[in-house]
């Protein structure tokens, strides 16, 4: 036996494995179209931000108590309609997504509106009051102008500030209470000194009206209300302030509880539509939140099919990929990145040739079509492998009925995983059935085998005597077979310790070439590489003896028997998986005897019982491992390999004498 603790290139260049590097674990969030990657959440909307708590954050809902924001508002408002997304995340929940933060858009595109609203009337204001100085020659007023320039530069004040859009209003989408003051108190302020300044020359009544709307649009209901009474008061005041008698004073108390009225009137019809646009806005944002979600659902279900999936267009241009369909194609996880072509390696043209027939016909078989990939392991030089595989093609049309279908999504299956899972229905089905007969035979197969030693006991006759041999040593087979299903039976315990595998290889191989009379040197047919790389797993040592010695009895059977012409190999892959590698130079196994393999009391020999590969496979299977038969292309020396994955686990902790 020869052995090599580190040289898996070696083990890759002489004996023809294909060498495979780990691979990086990276969410796949390829959207099914064009080609777009996100790895970050969408952001579909201007109120969506990143979910990851800030500093930022965790102020939030203090400020919103300090400006303003209503707690306990009255259920038929807005204020209630958004205080669950004004709520911030609290330590005892930190597994509860955070809620936005940020103001409605709508509210924030409505406040701009007013505040340029109220920058323009100002100017127009202050416009009129030049026009009647310069062309209708009247007296300037010094008072009012100043009055009007002043609102003017609060307004463009309040525009030019830089201010995130956070700041001016809540989440709830009502102004914060300093920025109602600059705007809606300015504009109160102003109006009520023009309305004592430039006396019944200016329609005070229609300027409230801005800052009345603005108030029932932007601010809570009951602060709304306070602004319109305010404004019905201010008028009653002017009007009672302004008249010269008491025959007046009953006109103009009239004519402002007129205005009043109206002013209160817009102001509830305004809160009502703008309760109306917080819902619709609410009803939105949770509409988007739960499309979002469904979409991270859809991506992450289809990364984690053992299907693959593509995206291709008419000209065989891949625009999207799941990883497990790159994995069956033969192409870099890196491309599940970026949109590639099917003409890039002339492996792929029977997809390319499909996906054109395809198109052709616009239908394909519900059942799908099954076709072989000759693919190549990347090196110079290697062997090609032969990946069956059944395609199924959905198309989309577009709206254009004339321009016949623009995109395809491929649906490809390995056609040996499909075997492999009809065979382990099968083969469950008759390891139940094996399993019941074997009790039942045990019985009377002991009672054979001691009525048979009895009667040879007094057998003299040599031809008698070899009669009862001959029983003897069939009774002797019956019961390994019996021992053999009842080994795999169902509910075998599957507790193990965890071995290192590397060192648990080395020595069971090193005991088996002894046992088989196997030279040491370098004319042994046994290579040996399990590297250097500590690889713990769970499994039972007498098993694992089990499923590696019947590995090498079948290698050293139908091998050359010539210098490394049987290679064992233990390597470690991606996602947390060893490999434990058995191959031979034999004669590579004929296809129609693959698919038997795995199944009981199948068997090439005359005497075999046909239960070696069966017993590997479920002993595998009870410690979570797997085992496969990968064969290598006709360029390859040892071309029947056989693998057995397993799960890597942690290794044990080491006990602290006391």
Excluded at 124 to 129: E, F, H, P, V
Excluded at 403 to 431: I, P, W, Y
Excluded at 434 to 448: D, G, T, V
Excluded at 612 to 632: K, M, N, Q, V, W
């Amino acid at each position: 036996m020869r052995a090599a603790g580190s040289s898996p290139r070696r083990a890759d260049e002489d004996g023809g494995f294909a060498r495979s590097e780990p691979v990086r674990e990276e969410t796949w969030f390829a959207t099914l179209g064009f080609g777009l990657e996100r790895t970050q959440p969408m952001e579909l909307g201007r109120g969506d931000r990143d979910t990851r708590p800030s500093d930022s954050d965790a102020a939030a809902a203090p400020a919103a108590a300090r400006d303003g924001v209503d707690r306990h508002p009255d259920p038929d408002s807005k204020d209630s309609a958004s205080t669950a997304s004004a709520r911030a995340p609290t330590g005892a929940e930190p597994s509860r997504r955070r809620a936005q933060v940020d103001p409605p858009a709508s509210f924030q595109r409505i406040f701009r509106a007013f505040t340029i609203a109220r920058a323009l009337l100002g100017v127009l204001l202050l416009g009129i009051q030049g026009l009647v100085v310069a062309y209708l020659s009247g007296r300037p007023v010094w008072a009012s102008l100043l009055v009007c320039g002043a609102q003017v530069l609060a307004s463009l004040a309040v525009l030019a500030w830089p201010v995130a859009p956070t700041g001016h209003m809540a989440a709830s989408g009502h102004l914060r209470s300093r920025w109602a003051l600059a705007t809606i108190g300015v504009d109160l302020l102003t109006f009520t000194l023009l309305l004592f300044v430039a006396g019944p020359a200016v329609n005070v009544a229609a300027l409230y009206m801005l800052p009345v709307l603005m108030a029932a649009t932007l601010m809570p209901r009951h602060q709304a209300y306070g602004v319109a009474s305010a404004v019905v008061l201010l008028l009653l005041g002017e009007a009672w302030w302004g008249a010269p008698d008491a025959q007046q004073l009953a006109a103009a108390l009239m004519q402002a509880g007129i205005a009043g009225g109206g002013v209160l009137t817009i102001a509830m019809l305004a809160g009502q539509l703008s309760d109306r646009l917080a819902r619709q806005e609410r009803a939105a944002r949770s509409t988007l939140e739960i499309a979002r979600q469904q979409a991270r659902l859809n991506r992450l279900m289809i990364e984690e099919m053992q299907d693959g999936v593509m995206v291709v267009d008419r000209d065989g241009r891949v625009q999207a990929a799941n990883p497990a369909a790159l994995q069956l194609i033969g192409a870099p996880m890196a491309r599940r990145f970026v949109p590639f072509d099917l003409h890039d390696l002339p492996a792929w043209a029977p997809l390319r040739e499909a996906l054109v027939r395809g198109h052709a016909s616009g239908v394909w078989p519900e059942g799908g079509q099954e076709m072989s990939l000759r693919l190549a392991s990347g090196r110079a030089q290697a062997p090609t492998e032969e990946r069956p595989l059944r395609i199924r093609m959905r198309f989309t049309r577009r709206r254009d009925a004339r321009s016949g279908e623009a995109l395809c999504v491929l649906f490809l299956e390995d056609v040996r995983t499909l075997r492999q899972r009809a065979r382990q229905d099968k083969l469950a089905a008759m390891g139940r059935v094996s399993a019941a007969i074997a009790h039942e035979i045990r019985n009377p197969l002991a009672a054979i085998a001691q009525a048979n030693a009895l009667l040879a006991e007094d057998l003299t006759d040599p031809g008698q005597q070899r009669l009862s041999q001959m029983v003897a040593d069939n009774v002797e087979r019956l019961q390994r077979i019996v021992d053999d299903v009842a080994e795999v039976s169902p509910g075998g315990s599957s507790d193990a310790p965890v071995l290192e595998l590397r060192a648990e290889v080395g020595r069971l191989c090193a005991e088996w070439a002894r046992t088989a009379g196997l030279p040491v040197d370098d004319s042994s047919p046994l290579f040996v590489d399990t590297g250097d790389e500590p690889l713990p797993v769970r499994f039972d040592p007498e098993h694992l003896r089990r499923v590696l010695v019947n590995l090498l009895d079948n290698a050293l059977r139908h091998g050359s028997g010539q210098p490394q012409a049987v290679w064992v190999r233990v390597v470690a892959r991606a996602e947390g998986r060893i490999e434990l590698s058995v191959a031979s130079d034999g004669a590579v196994i004929a296809p129609d005897v693959e698919p038997h393999l795995f199944e009981p009391f199948f068997s090439t020999r005359s005497r075999g019982t046909g239960l070696g590969l069966y017993i590997c496979r479920e002993l595998c299977t009870r410690y979570g491992a797997s085992i496969d038969f990968r064969p290598r292309g006709s360029g390859a020396r040892h071309r029947n390999v056989f693998q057995v994955a397993m799960p890597r686990v942690a290794p044990p902790s080491p006990e602290v004498s006391p």
